[in-house]
């Protein structure tokens, strides 16, 4: 990596890190901060507001990826990196595909969030189950009557494709 771009993906890192001390100081969630960057410049910044806003997904990359698409105008964030304070969560990493995003630096990964009380392996362990087989009970219900609205969205010819 090239001199220039090291310090640059240094200082949106540092943002990151920023974000997440200064909002969890101001007891607005954790320590978790990200930033959405896009030509080298950042388009969006998010903070963890889960405790301040009741909102379990309300997490730092989230916020942020929510914030890029609307100021982008764009669900589409292909053309975007993230950085990140620490090592996305299943839901935030999962959120990133669906953004198209293809890059993520982070700066601490998932064991050092566990060392500080954040653990995300239950979820990663799940994940891997069979539905049958997971904590979480789940039953599927009225598939056929649900199926009749991807048959419409099929022959809808006014679609935005995702």
């Known amino acids: ?13 540092q943002r990151a890190i920023e974000l997440a ?3 969890m100081m101001a007891m607005d969630g954790g320590p978790f901060g990200a930033v959405i960057v896009r030509d080298g410049k950042i388009v969006a910044e998010g903070w963890n507001k889960v405790t301040s806003s009741n909102d379990p997904t309300a997490h730092a990359e989230i916020v942020a990826i929510r914030r890029a698409g609307r100021t982008l105008k ?15 969560c299943p839901m935030c990493l999962a959120a990133a595909y669906w953004a198209g995003i293809r890059k993520i630096t982070y700066g601490t990964d998932r064991n050092d969030a566990e060392a500080h009380g954040f653990n995300d ?13 997971r904590q979480m009970v789940m039953i599927q219900l009225m598939r056929s009557e ?14 935005t494709r995702y």
């Open 1 to 13: 990596m090239k001199e220039g771009k090291t310090e640059q993906c240094q200082f949106f890192m």
């Open 21 to 23: 001390e200064t909002h």
């Open 74 to 88: 764009n669900f589409d964030l292909s053309d975007c990196e993230l950085f990140s304070s620490c090592e996305p």
């Open 121 to 133: 392996a239950f979820i990663y362990q799940e994940l891997c189950k069979d539905i049958s087989r």
């Open 146 to 159: 649900a199926l009749a609205g991807f048959k419409r969205w099929d022959q809808f010819e006014e679609k």
